[in-house]
């Protein structure tokens, strides 16, 4: 089943706005990831943040982590139209719940960047 | 450096039929990990292999198998096909650095089974 649960589950805007995107979790974590998926496609992975962070930035990506209201956020900052894809967030539970390379993705959120 | 390649890129099946996919890692990853993507279940752990060995599995029936070579190389196999099995099957390698997984996926295997 899902650990992570993304909000909205579809963002629509212009070229040059920002969009945000949020992800809940529900079990302790070693750090949390955001991929991207262009349509039927693998996966890309966008950034990852640790569990002891609370805000890393990447171009025009900007993640925050809160541990204690266990949810992340991404914010993509002057958005193109090339960025329309879907977000997900994956949680990286601890290696002492056997969590060897098993990321838990969220649902996802549909962005569509319009020109 | 060549990325994670899957194959077939698609494949259509009937109930009751077997399938093989395949999946080569980035070179020098030896974690290599499946998940199945479906509208209705989004995205689903399948199992995780690290040097032949199967590490982790996800909640799925027996039908579901895989396996990895000394090469890192990986094969998963679904036996008795049903409809729900239509799916995108994504494979992905890991160099398994300072405790962080962070995945290189492949495009995928879209599975339709009629």
């Known amino acids: 089943s899902q650990q992570g649960e993304e909000d909205p589950q579809a963002l629509s805007i212009q070229e040059g706005e920002n969009a945000t995107m949020n992800c809940s979790y529900k079990?302790?974590?070693?750090?949390l990831q955001w991929y991207r998926q262009n349509s039927g496609r693998g996966l890309v992975h966008l950034i990852l943040?640790?569990?002891?962070?609370r805000e890393k930035h990447s171009g025009r990506l900007r993640v925050t982590l809160d541990t204690s209201k266990k949810s992340s956020s991404l914010l993509i900052t002057a958005s193109r139209a090339a960025d329309t894809a879907s977000y997900f967030c994956?949680?990286?539970?601890?290696?002492?719940?056997?969590?060897?390379?098993?990321?838990?993705f969220g649902a996802g959120t549909r962005l569509a960047v319009h020109p | 450096k060549a990325g994670v390649t899957q194959t077939p890129r698609y494949l259509i099946k009937t109930r009751g039929q077997q399938v093989t996919l395949s999946c080569s890692p980035i070179?020098?990853?030896?974690?290599v990990s499946w998940y199945q993507q479906t509208p209705g279940q989004g995205l689903q752990f399948l199992f995780e292999?690290?040097?032949?060995?199967?590490?982790n599995k996800g909640n799925f029936p027996g039908r579901f198998s895989g396996r990895q070579f000394s090469n890192s190389r990986s094969e998963m196999n679904v036996s008795t096909l049903e409809l729900g099995d239509s799916a995108l099957y994504l494979c992905?390698?890991?160099?398994?650095?300072?405790?962080?997984?962070?995945?290189?996926f492949g495009a995928g295997s879209r599975l339709t089974v009629l």
């Open positions: 079990t302790s974590i070693n750090n």
């Open positions: 992905a390698s890991s160099l398994e650095s300072s405790g962080a997984n962070v995945l290189t």
């Open positions: 070179s020098g990853h030896r974690s």
């Open positions: 994956a949680t990286d539970p601890p290696m002492f719940s056997g969590g060897y390379n098993k990321l838990i």
């Open positions: 943040i640790r569990s002891n962070e």
């Open positions: 292999y690290f040097s032949e060995t199967q590490r």
